[in-house]
Each structure stands twice: as structure tokens, then as C-alpha cells.
């Protein structure tokens, strides 16, 4: 308010309409700005605006992509099924897992974040994963059992996919689960809502969808070739992993060798201003704040002497100037204020000469109590024993990095005797949002190989074979360290977002494993030929594995259509994820089974396949 009468006339009503608002909210703030749009080039900036911005791409990715979601996995599902009724019950209990999950969240005033904000299209597709896996076993005993009454081809269907998609929810709760130990509450609320949803899919999945089936009529067989296990897209990768053995082994391993090597480049680092396109207005405001009025994020240093009156002595004034110099030097950061600032003002109006430091004491106590509230107390503390410098970051700054700059500011204060008596504190949003990237870094990637070990448990309480279990865990390895493995090689640095990717990988590719492992060996011990076994189990639930990764890559892709550049990646990396766990599963997983041999000895020989 004091610099009111500086400004220029024609801008003294949106300041003053501004300043009356009292930061009302961040829409006042546009409104007003709008309205005076026509005065010339106004932008508005800052840590704030930045975080209105994503939150609102958030809630338009979510009412976009939520109905688009939903659109196309109808077309999908009628591409695939071509029935009403296993088109729109699938649907119906997608959608009615992620209404029972908002509806909790806004009797428990839950609120979404920008992390939580993928939940409903991540929900849908997991939830969609075992309704599809029952659809496509009641077609094939269908299929077979074509007499059979409709009630008990739903029940037996329902009991025999129960078991394997029971565990398959149990592991994808595990892997959300690994979340919660990130101590980061959005994050944890990520992982907490995913493993409910997960919960609360299972259970629509077995209570709802075999009674709203009953509606429906029983209708048609379908093809015969259902029931045989014959003729199925999945013969392809039957036929390549039992002609391409080697090939298969030596590219896993060297994809594995190539990813762990690039995992180990992986940056822990992101700038505000990446979130955008520079096409959006946030980017060309964060732009124009950076280059013209001296940074974005807020980045403090308070310096805290031994004694009262400390920053009042000439010798640490000193010390502060050359402090304050240093790190205006520094490329990452633009506007500079502290103590320092008011002491360079002072000796320009006292034509560059030196005011004493005694009228400087004298001017300080003498200050209005509303002027020194507002120019002296943000910078120095009453008993003068503190002083804080304030400095802005320039997040358009391509050298940016969070981490090497605090590092930096560190060694200095570590490293330089000038600073002996005085205790440093680097603070701000800046150093919040470094330490909770590093944080998230250390609880979740440093932490899968627990992960993968409580999961390895998990196969080794439902296959009960240690050798079964290794082979589970092993192709579901290989889709995270790829895509660790492409973050690192790539140079995009982990964020809120894509850090999670693992994890969320990890939760939904172990189900493969667990569906495909399940229904081989009901193969194997029906049929006594590992080749076999994988043959018929690829033309069986190979089907639903298929038709489930279709699906997600379906919904995951949309995102890519997003204005929030970490809602892309994610869609991306999903979705590569998924599709990699998928190969994974139909061809380095059977070739372990026939190579290991985990089901004992085979009694016959294979089967011939119905086409060459």
C-alpha cells in the first residue's frame, strides 16, 4: 500500500482493486485481471496461480476423460463381444466401483488431489480386468457345455476365476499399498483409495455382475472354437515362444541389463513450468514473471546469529552482503531481497556514500510501526538476532536442478569460516518441493525390491511351490526396470506422477502372471504336456489377458490428449507398461514353465496345434 502513490495513474485501479480483494481467491484474481485486460500485457504468476492451473486441468481431465473412458471402452467391448449383454454389465460394474468410491469420498470429505486425480480411470480399467476375465470363461464353458443352464454355467464360472482374481486383487493392493509408506499424505491417499477401489471392484465383480447376468438371456453358444481352445489371436505367441526360445531369453536379459543401467541415470528433478505446454497461458505468464520480474518459486535463507542485535553490528552486515552477493551470482535465481537491499537503497539516496550504521539504529527504532511491519519485519527480527533473504528461482532456467542447487547452497555455508557463530536455514516451497521428490524417491524406487519380495511371498502362499513362485515373479521384473530403465535413458525426470508408475505397474502385472499361471496348470494336469499346456492356455485365458490390456491401454491413452504434461506421461508410461507385462507374461513366462519344469515330469506328448 505504502508504494501506492509510486505507481503509474493509469494502473492505481486494478492495484487498488487488487489490494481490496485481500486475496479473496485465486478466481477474484483472474476476474480482476480481466477486466483490465485491455490495458496491455498483464500476466500473474507465482506458486499459487501455478497450483490453480493444475488443479484446473485436473478437473477437466477428469469430467473429460471419465465420459471418454466409458464411451470407448463400450466400443471396445462391442468390438470384442459383440453382445448387449457383455458390453453394458461389464460397464455397469466399472462404473458402479468408481460411484461407490466417490460417493465415500464425499461422505468423508475426502478431497482430490492433483496425485489422487487418475484414481476413477485407473479404478475403471482394474475393475474392468476381472469382470472380463468372467466374461470370457462362462463363453468358453458355454461354448462347451452348450445344454448346461445358464445359472450353473454363471456359477461355475464365477468359482473358478474367483480364486485367481482374489489373489490377483490381493497383490494389485500390495503394490498400491507400497505407497503409503512414501509419508507423503497425497501420495499415500493414492495408494489408500487404489487399494479400496480395488476391494470394493472384487466385490461388485462376484456379488453384482453373476446376479445382473441372470437378467439376461442365456442366448446362443458361441463358436465351438471357444470351447476347444482352438484358433485364438494368442497362437501367434504361442507358436514364436516355442520356435524363438533363445531369442526371447537373450532379449529379455539384455532389456533387463539395458533398463537397470538407465534406472541407475534416473533424475529426481522437475520444474513448475514442465507441468505445461508452452502453448497454455501459465507457461507464457511463468515465462514473462521469470524473465522480467525476477523468478517464480520461493526459495529463503534465514541466517540466525549467537546474540541480540547481532545483524546490527558491522562486521556480520558484511557477512550478510556477501551472502545476499552470492546468491544473486547464482544462474537459478532472479530477485534477491534482504536487510541488504534497504542498506543499498539507503546509499544510493545518500548519493553512493555510506550511511552510518549509528542513524541506521536510530532510523529502525524510529520506524511507524505499520512501515516497519511491512519493510523491516519480513527481513529482521525485533531483537535484530535473525535475518532472512528472500529470493525467487527461476524455473525457466533449463539448468534448473533443485537438488544440486540446495547442495550447493549447503557447501557454501558449510565450507566458508565467515560464517562461524551463525546458523544457516535454507527454507521455502522450493526446499519443500526438492525434499518431497527425494523423499518420494527414497520410499518407493529404493523400496521395490521389498516390494517384489512381500509379492514373491504372496505366489509362494498360493502356488506353494518356491520354484513356481520365482518363475511368477521374474516376467513381472522385467516391465518396471523398463520403464525405470526409459525415464533414466531419456532424461525425464520423475515426478508426483510418474514415480508411482512402478508401483502401479508392479500392482496390475502381477496379475497376469497369477491368471496365466492358474489356469496352466489346470492345463498341465489335465493334459500332461508343458507345450501343450501353454498352448491351451494361451487360447483360454491368454483370451481375457488380451481383450484386459487392450482395455487399459484404451483408457490410458486418453490421457495423453491432457493439458498437464505429468498426466501424459503417466498415460504413456501406463500404458507401455502394461503392454510390456502383457508380451511379458504370453512369452517369457511359459518358456520358464517349459524350461524349469516346476509341475514335474510330463507324461505325453504335445498336442498338434490347429494351423501351422
Known amino acids: 500500500k505504502s508504494e501506492l502513490s509510486g505507481i503509474e495513474a493509469e494502473y492505481k485501479p486494478i492495484y487498488e482493486e487488487l489490494i481490496a480483494q485481500n486475496n479473496e481467491s485465486i478466481e477474484k ?92 480411470s485407473l479404478l475403471f480399467v482394474i475393475a474392468l480386468a476381472d469382470v472380463i476375465h468372467v466374461v470370457v470363461h462362462y463363453r468358453e464353458l458355454h461354448s462347451r457345455n452348450p445344454e448346461s443352464p445358464k445359472r450353473d454355467l454363471i456359477f461355475q464360472a464365477a468359482r473358478d476365476v474367483a480364486v485367481p482374481c482374489f489373489y490377483t486383487s490381493v497383490t494389485t493392493i500390495v503394490g498400491f499399498g507400497s505407497l503409503i509408506v512414501s509419508g507423503i499424505r497425497p501420495v499415500m491417499d493414492f495408494g489408500i483409495m487404489m487399494a479400496m477401489g480395488v476391494g470394493i471392484a472384487y466385490t461388485i465383480c462376484f456379488v453384482f455382475f453373476p446376479a445382473a447376468l441372470m437378467m439376461f438371456p442365456k442366448g446362443e453358444a458361441p463358436p465351438a472354437k471357444l470351447g476347444q481352445l482352438k484358433e485364438s489371436p494368442l497362437m501367434f505367441f504361442a507358436r514364436f515362444s516355442e520356435k524363438h526360445r533363445i531369442t526371447i531369453f537373450l532379449a529379455s536379459i539384455a532389456i533387463f541389463v539395458v533398463s537397470f543401467i538407465g534406472a541407475q541415470k534416473i533424475l529426481v528433478e522437475n520444474r513448475f513450468i514442465d507441468y505445461f505446454d508452452e502453448s497454455t497461458p501459465i507457461y507464457q505468464g511463468m515465462t514473462v514473471i521469470d524473465t522480467r520480474l525476477g523468478g517464480t518459486t520461493p526459495l529463503e535463507v534465514v541466517l540466525k546469529g549467537d546474540r541480540e542485535g547481532f545483524w546490527l553490528e558491522q562486521e556480520n552486515l558484511d557477512k550478510l552482503a556477501e551472502v545476499h552477493q552470492w546468491l544473486d551470482a547464482l544462474p537459478e535465481t532472479g530477485k534477491v531481497i534482504s536487510p541488504h537491499t534497504l542498506l543499498e537503497m539507503l546509499k544510493k539516496i545518500n548519493d553512493g556514500n555510506e550511511v552510518p550504521l549509528m542513524l541506521v539504529k536510530l532510523a529502525l527504532d524510529k520506524l511507524p510501526e505499520e512501515i516497519d511491519n511491512a519493510v523491516v519485519g519480513p527481513y529482521l527480527t525485533a531483537d535484530r538476532r535473525q535475518v532472512r533473504i528472500a529470493m525467487r528461482a527461476m524455473e525457466t532456467d533449463k539448468s534448473m536442478n533443485r537438488k544440486n542447487l540446495m547442495a550447493s547452497i549447503d557447501t557454501y555455508f558449510e565450507t566458508d569460516p565467515v560464517f562461524d557463530g551463525v546458523e544457516p536455514r535454507v527454507t521455502g516451497i522450493f526446499v519443500l518441493y526438492n525434499n518431497l521428490l527425494q523423499s518420494l524417491f527414497e520410499s518407493q524406487i529404493k523400496s521395490i525390491a521389498t516390494v517384489f519380495f512381500i509379492i514373491w511371498l504372496m505366489f509362494l502362499i498360493l502356488f506353494r511351490s518356491i520354484r513356481i513362485a520365482t518363475i ?74 488380451f481383450y484386459t490390456t487392450i482395455c487399459i491401454i484404451t483408457g490410458f491413452s486418453l490421457l495423453t490428449m491432457s493439458n498437464f504434461i505429468p498426466s501424459i506421461y503417466f498415460g504413456i508410461f501406463t500404458s507401455l507398461a502394461i503392454t510390456v507385462a502383457f508380451l511379458a507374461s504370453v512369452t517369457l513366462l511359459p518358456l520358464l514353465l517349459i524350461a524349469w519344469k516346476p509341475l514335474g515330469k510330463e507324461h505325453t506328448e504335445p498336442e498338434p496345434t490347429d494351423a501351422p
Open 29 to 120: 484474481t483472474r476476474e480482476i485481471v480481466a477486466k483490465y485486460s485491455g490495458m496491455g500485457e498483464l500476466h500473474i504468476g507465482g506458486v499459487p496461480m501455478i497450483m490453480a492451473d493444475i488443479i484446473s486441468y485436473v478437473e477437466q481431465d477428469m469430467k473429460t476423460f471419465g465420459w471418454s473412458i466409458i464411451l470407448l471402452v463400450l466400443v471396445v467391448l462391442t468390438l470384442i463381444f459383440r453382445k448387449v449383454q457383455w458390453v453394458v454389465l461389464p460397464t455397469l460394474v466399472c462404473v458402479l466401483t468408481v460411484l461407490f468410491m466417490f460417493g465415500y469420498l464425499g461422505f468423508t470429505h475426502w478431497n482430490a488431489t492433483i496425485v489422487t486425480s487418475n484414481f476413477p
Open 472 to 545: 511368477a515373479i521374474i516376467p513381472n521384473i522385467l516391465p518396471v526396470t523398463l520403464i525405470l530403465g526409459i525415464l533414466g535413458w531419456s532424461g525425464i525426470p520423475l515426478d508426483l506422477m510418474t514415480i508411482m508408475t512402478a508401483a502401479i505397474t508392479l500392482g496390475i502385472a502381477v496379475d497376469f502372471a497369477i491368471h496365466y499361471i492358474h489356469r496352466y496348470k489346470h492345463e498341465f494336469a489335465e493334459h500332461g504336456n508343458y507345450t501343450t499346456a501353454m498352448y491351451r492356455t494361451h487360447n483360454s485365458i491368454g483370451r481375457a489377458m
